[in-house]
Nanobody
Framework: QVQLVESGGGLVQAGGSLKLACAAS????????MGWFRQAPGQAREFVAS????????VYADSVKGRFTASRDNAKNTMYLQMNSLKYEDTAVYYC???????????WGQGTQVTVSS
């Protein structure tokens, strides 16, 4: 079973950038469709982006389209989320998740906090 660990979160000013990483262990990342989700205080967890097994197909939430870019390096067993032009409303705990073919994101990391100051 895969274990996922996020890193790269932190405090950044509005308009700034951060790059999150999601490192996988226990299994090969290429076996998983991967996704990024986030949860702000008092709000439900929401979809941010997903990336297919080969990294070619990506899907983004409208709220981040054009600002965030998901990528993956299967050789390094790591997925990334480049976040540019950050806004206050991007403040949340960001989670990576994996789908091993069920169509559902069954495997989750523990999350990393992203705080954007206005």
């Amino acid at each position: 079973q895969v274990q996922l660990v996020e890193s790269g979160g932190g405090l950044v000013q509005a308009g700034g950038s951060l790059k999150l990483a999601c490192a996988a262990s226990g299994d090969t990342l290429s076996n998983y469709r991967m996704g990024w989700f986030r949860q702000a205080p008092g709000q439900a967890r929401e979809f941010v982006a997903s990336i297919g097994w080969s990294g070619i197909k990506t899907v983004y939430a409208d709220s981040v389209k054009g600002r965030f870019t998901a990528s993956r390096d299967n050789a390094k067993n790591t997925m990334y989320l480049q976040m540019n032009s950050l806004k206050y409303e991007d403040t949340a705990v960001y989670y990576c998740a994996g789908d091993k073919g069920s169509g559902l994101f069954d495997y989750w990391g523990q999350g990393t906090q992203v705080t954007v100051s206005s």
